[in-house]
Every structure is written in structure tokens, then in C-alpha cells.
């Protein structure tokens, strides 16, 4: 379970990278921040194409962002937004793969603009979730690789 302060590090970098979101067709700038394993935390905003459907959501983005990094596992996921939003379901299986690495339940938190939030797990989250067996062992292979 993450600490009152570690949410609020995570608030503070999902509210910075809500503020650079690139939202032209919607205009909804959403904010995440994940906190790995390692204790360090990545950020991500949405990001909106002309052509509908080549965008991206702020949580794959802050995997993504991890990732680049050369961090797999995480502890928490956060979403920053106007009201509490949890993330869709796109996001939660996207998230689930790197649970998948250490079956270490993932913490998400939903939180407004005042700071605000909610938790729940990945796993109470999405309870049904696509589980790969094929690829199981290559997944495993990326824990503790960083």
C-alpha cells in the first residue's frame, strides 16, 4: 500500500502533465503518474490526433514513459482529472500485462483537482482480465530488470 505522500508526489506529476496535454478535439486534459517499484515516478498526458483514433491516453503514457526508462513493475497508477476518473478499460488491460510480472496487485488512484482521491486495485478493477499463458515466462523475464 502507497503512503499519503507518495500520492501526493504522484498528484503533483500528474497535475504538471495534465497541464501540457494535447487535446484538440476534446478539450479534456487528463493527467497520470505511475509509481514503480523502484520508488521513481513517470508521467503522462493524454495526447489527441485530427484523425480520430491514432491518439493516446495519459496512463499508456506514463507507462510508456516508464518503460522507456527501463522500469516493468509498478505500485501505483494515478489519474488526475475536473472529477475523480478512473482509468478505461483500454488502460487497465494495458496496465494488467505488467502486473502480470510479479502478480503484485497495482493501487489506482482516482483524483480530482483539489487533490482529492479514491483507491482501488488493477484487480478489483478489471476482475477478469485477458491473462496471457503463452508469453507468461518472456513477461516474467523483465522482473527486476531495472
Request: with cysteine.
Amino acid at each position: 500500500m502507497i503512503n499519503p505522500q507518495e500520492i501526493k508526489n504522484l498528484v503533483a506529476k500528474a497535475r504538471l502533465s495534465r497541464e501540457r496535454a494535447f487535446v484538440l478535439r476534446s478539450n479534456h486534459p487528463i493527467g497520470a503518474a505511475v509509481l514503480t517499484r523502484s520508488n521513481n515516478i513517470f508521467d503522462g498526458c493524454n495526447i489527441e490526433s485530427i484523425i480520430m483514433g491514432l491518439g493516446s491516453c495519459a496512463e499508456q503514457n506514463a507507462i510508456n514513459h516508464a518503460i522507456i526508462h527501463g522500469e516493468h513493475e509498478f505500485k501505483a497508477l494515478l489519474t488526475i482529472d475536473e472529477t475523480k476518473t478512473y482509468p478505461c478499460g483500454v488502460c487497465l488491460q494495458y496496465l494488467y500485462q505488467f502486473f502480470q510480472i510479479d502478480e503484485q496487485d497495482i493501487e489506482i488512484i482516482a483524483a480530482d483537482l483539489s487533490g482529492a482521491y479514491e483507491v482501488a486495485s488493477l484487480t478489483s478493477l478489471l476482475p477478469h482480465a485477458y491473462k496471457t499463458r503463452q508469453h507468461l515466462d518472456r513477461l516474467r523475464s523483465f522482473r527486476h530488470s531495472f
